[in-house]
């Protein structure tokens, strides 16, 4: 398996940028769209919390993930407790496999933040259909594919506040 | 491994047990009781600015949709706006009379007039994301006066009614809800019957009803108000089709909602009437199957 070329030197990430991250990711989270984009939606507050399980895990981790499951819980009124508890198991798994996908390239973390993110999207699918009976159709697993698609942009995007700056007095 | 040095508290493992049986904790709460009706409606308050920041692009759009409008357009709209009125203005000339005869008529029966409810416009903020219920937020709460089971109507008829108020905005449960039931009246004969919401898809289902009901496609269903939530005579479904089937012990009826909840911004909240009789206790009848919320 291909690992990552190499690995760069970062600046360490400012706890404010990612509490910014989490923030506008569950803005658009409430944005409202169309009822054909909604379905292809990817869960950001997910695939951030997801990202930052990955990259920094002593800032972001099982609380974090539980406490914006909560959030997102209030916000889309859905019962209390199945995003959070979906979102904390997610986090788990992402600290356990950490090391793991930080390590793989770009087009293979894709089949690995998909697959942790249907295993998150099945959780709350399972907790809906037995604690309210009700089963919405694979369409709905839509959303884990376009977020394995974002993935790579998403990265690049996170890393970019933490690329050191070219030092000006360098030959 | 483990060393004070660098000791993160309790591991992964432990921490992942404890969240997740909090949140089967607030699961079963959420489901069985509603003692977290305050931390819910104190978070809801909390991330309202939120959702008004994620309408912006929204009204945005629409404000820009209205600045570009073409005259011809505005000028075919107002014409028909105009027709409208006076038809509708003729229809409540004579809906007046007939009111007016009708409480005359109640007069002198002794019955106590019917209250005119108060009501409340509201404008939907977002249909919620969640495909599991159909539920709709609106701009309006406690703050205006909102309560808890009132009826929310559209101009065409029922569209669902008030789960939980916040602060600043609502909840409403739609009809189309899953197990969500409606007292109905077949308006041509005025049989009695509940109406079930489907929750897949955009239909209603018309339980209970013998084989032999007489019930056929095209009749409209009203709400008969026996809930004591919903006033009588709102429109709420017409009949799509009636399969009697005798394999089953009762017809299949589809009902479709009168109400558009996907192509109108403004719904109007009724203020919940009072609250009817208790039910006498010579003869225990089981309430009104509520279903599994």
């Not at chain 1, 790579?152 to 995007?157: A, F, W």
């Amino acid at each position: 398996m291909e690992i990552a070329p190499k690995e760069e030197i970062l600046l360490p990430v400012r706890p404010g940028f990612i509490a910014l991250s989490l923030f506008s990711a569950f803005l658009l989270d409430l944005l409202p769209l169309g009822s054909f984009i909604e379905w292809i939606r990817p869960d950001f507050v997910a695939m951030l919390l997801l990202y930052w399980c990955i990259h920094q895990p002593l800032r972001v981790g099982i609380g974090t993930a539980w406490a914006f499951g909560i959030l997102v819980d209030v916000a889309d009124g859905t019962l209390f407790g199945e995003h959070a508890l979906a979102y904390s198991l997610m986090a788990f798994i992402a600290l356990v496999l950490r090391r793991r996908v930080s390590m793989l390239s770009l087009d293979h973390q894709f089949t690995h933040v998909t697959l942790i993110l249907l295993i998150m999207q099945a959780v709350v699918v399972l907790t809906g259909f037995v604690a309210k009976d009700i089963f919405v159709g694979w369409a709905y697993f839509l959303g884990s594919l376009t977020a394995g698609l974002l993935w790579p942009g998403l990265t690049y995007l996170l890393k970019l506040p933490q690329r050191p700056k070219p030092d000006p007095d360098r030959i | 491994m483990e060393h004070e040095l660098f000791s993160r508290g309790p591991s992964p493992a432990v921490r992942l047990t404890f969240f997740i049986l909090l949140s089967l904790l607030l699961l079963v709460s959420d489901v069985h009781y509603s003692y977290l009706k305050t931390l819910r409606a104190g978070i809801a308050t909390a991330i309202y600015p939120l959702q008004r920041i994620a309408m912006l692009p929204v009204e945005l759009l629409g404000a820009i949709g209205d600045y570009t409008r073409t005259q011809s357009s505005l000028i075919k709209e107002n014409a028909f706006l105009q027709k409208q009125n006076l038809e509708d203005r003729a229809a409540l000339l004579r809906y007046r009379a007939i009111q007016q005869e009708n409480d005359h008529l109640r007069q002198l029966f002794g019955a106590r007039a019917r209250v005119n409810t108060p009501s409340v416009m509201a404008e939907i903020l977002y249909d919620e994301r969640d495909p599991f219920s159909r539920k709709i937020i609106v701009d309006k709460g406690l703050q205006a006066h909102v309560a808890e089971g009132s009826a929310v109507i559209d101009n065409a008829g029922v569209i669902g009614q008030v789960l939980q108020a916040y602060p600043f905005s609502s909840e409403i449960s739609l009809i189309t809800d899953k197990d969500h039931p409606t007292p109905v009246q077949v308006l041509r004969n005025g049989l009695r019957a509940i109406v079930f919401g489907f929750g897949s898809s955009n239909l209603l289902d018309l339980k209970y009803m013998s084989l032999n009901t007489d019930i056929r496609p095209g009749d409209l269903l009203v709400t008969s108000g026996l809930d004591g939530t919903f006033p009588a005579g709102l429109p709420v479904a017409t009949v799509l089709a009636v399969d009697r089937n005798p394999v089953y012990a009762f017809s299949r009826i589809t009902c479709k909602p009168v109400a558009g909840v996907n192509r109108y911004r403004q719904v109007l909240i009724l203020a919940p009437g009072s609250p009817p009789p208790p039910i006498p206790v010579a003869n225990p009848e089981p309430p009104p199957a509520r279903g599994k919320k």
